[in-house]
């Protein structure tokens, strides 16, 4: 007998159908389905601030931005989250003929909240590195001038660099783009704690 704690288990074919009628987006990991929460104030100025230099930036480059409704599906455990940010260049490869499931994003950004931040730093960049055609993952947060950048290196390896400095121009390496972190930040004010 199931206990009535017991959450339903789902296939991928399964999440793949209700999530694309459903009103509202769901991530999907192991079987379980996970509805998203919205996002503040910080966090949506951010990752529009970044979409936007990057779509101006890569404009003609052969590479696309993607904001968080594009699903990136991992082959290794099946995970399929919604990015704040992801990039592809050259052939766009999807997971079927809805051409809503990207497979091979080269660069993948995650805007931090305080209730996402351990898991898209931990498990969530974890199955992120199964994607063979990732070069690179960074994390903002949206609380802080902090900028975490991950970069693969030869040996299948990840090197992390950090900076706080707001006045930092960093390289997506993976693009070959210089990003000034003060267009990343433009216009966000920091919700203060009392």
């Given at each position: 007998?199931i206990?009535?704690?017991?959450?339903?288990?789902?296939?991928e074919q399964?999440?793949?159908?209700?999530e694309?009628k459903?009103e509202y987006?769901s991530?999907?990991?192991?079987?379980?389905i996970?509805a998203m929460?919205g996002?503040?104030?910080?966090?949506?100025?951010?990752?529009?601030?970044?979409?936007?230099?990057?779509?101006?930036?890569?404009?003609?480059?052969?590479?696309?931005?993607?904001g968080s409704?594009m699903?990136v599906?991992?082959?290794?455990?099946?995970?399929?989250?919604?990015p704040?940010?992801?990039?592809?260049?050259?052939?766009?490869?999807?997971?079927d003929n809805?051409f809503?499931?990207?497979?091979n994003p080269?660069?993948?950004?995650?805007v931090?909240?305080?209730?996402t931040?351990?898991?898209?730093?931990?498990?969530?960049?974890?199955?992120?590195?199964s994607i063979?055609?990732?070069?690179?993952?960074?994390?903002?947060?949206?609380?802080?001038?902090?900028?975490?950048?991950?970069v693969?290196?030869?040996?299948?390896s990840?090197?992390?660099?950090?900076?706080?400095?707001?006045?930092?121009?960093?390289?997506?390496?993976?693009?070959?783009?210089?990003?000034?972190?003060?267009e990343?930040?433009?216009?966000?004010?920091?919700?203060?704690?009392?």
């Amino acid at each position: 007998m199931i206990g009535s704690n017991q959450k339903k288990k789902y296939t991928e074919q399964e999440y793949l159908e209700l999530e694309r009628k459903a009103e509202y987006k769901s991530e999907f990991f192991g079987g379980e389905i996970f509805a998203m929460s919205g996002a503040t104030n910080p966090h949506n100025i951010i990752t529009t601030n970044f979409i936007s230099f990057l779509v101006n930036k890569l404009r003609g480059q052969g590479c696309r931005p993607y904001g968080s409704d594009m699903r990136v599906r991992t082959p290794i455990n099946s995970l399929y989250a919604y990015p704040d940010i992801s990039v592809v260049c050259g052939e766009r490869k999807f997971l079927d003929n809805e051409f809503d499931t990207l497979l091979n994003p080269v660069f993948i950004c995650e805007v931090l909240s305080k209730s996402t931040a351990d898991y898209d730093t931990g498990g969530k960049f974890m199955r992120y590195r199964s994607i063979e055609s990732l070069k690179e993952y960074w994390v903002i947060s949206s609380l802080e001038y902090r900028l975490q950048k991950f970069v693969k290196q030869s040996n299948s390896s990840w090197l992390l660099s950090e900076t706080t400095n707001v006045q930092d121009t960093i390289l997506i390496e993976s693009l070959h783009v210089e990003v000034p972190l003060q267009e990343i930040y433009f216009e966000v004010q920091f919700e203060t704690t009392n």
